[in-house]
Nanobody
């Protein structure tokens, strides 16, 4: 089992920045990749970014490229999401997720085995 705890959400004005963190514990050795997803009210959960656990290869959604950066802190077993130039449409609950195995697409929510509780990000205009 892997436990994930997110932190860093909040309220920010458009154009501002926030940094989300996700601390992983438990069976860390089983993790192949970690990702961030978000779900706005009334919408489906959507992929934001992901990072491979070993090689640190990253991928991100077109809607956040150039604004959001995903990274991993080895010492802390933490994955961070630096969000810059935030827009009102970025408002959502952000979820951290972890997956084992290399055969599943990191873009798909159903590929992930473990999820955090979510953290609210609100961007005011």
């Amino acid at each position: 089992q892997v436990q994930l705890v997110e932190s860093g959400g909040g309220l920010v004005q458009a154009g501002g920045s926030l940094r989300l963190s996700c601390a992983a514990s438990g069976s860390i050795f089983s993790i192949n990749a970690m990702g961030w997803f978000r779900q706005a009210q009334g919408k489906e959960r959507e992929f934001v970014a992901a990072i491979s656990w070993i090689g640190r290869t990253t991928v991100s959604a077109d809607s956040v490229k150039g604004r959001f950066t995903i990274s991993r802190d080895n010492a802390e077993n933490t994955v961070n999401l630096q969000m810059n130039s935030l827009k009102p449409e970025d408002t959502a609950i952000y979820y951290c997720a972890a997956k084992g195995g290399s055969g599943r697409s990191p873009y798909r929510a159903d590929a992930y085995d473990y999820w955090g509780q979510g953290t609210q990000v609100t961007v005011s205009s």
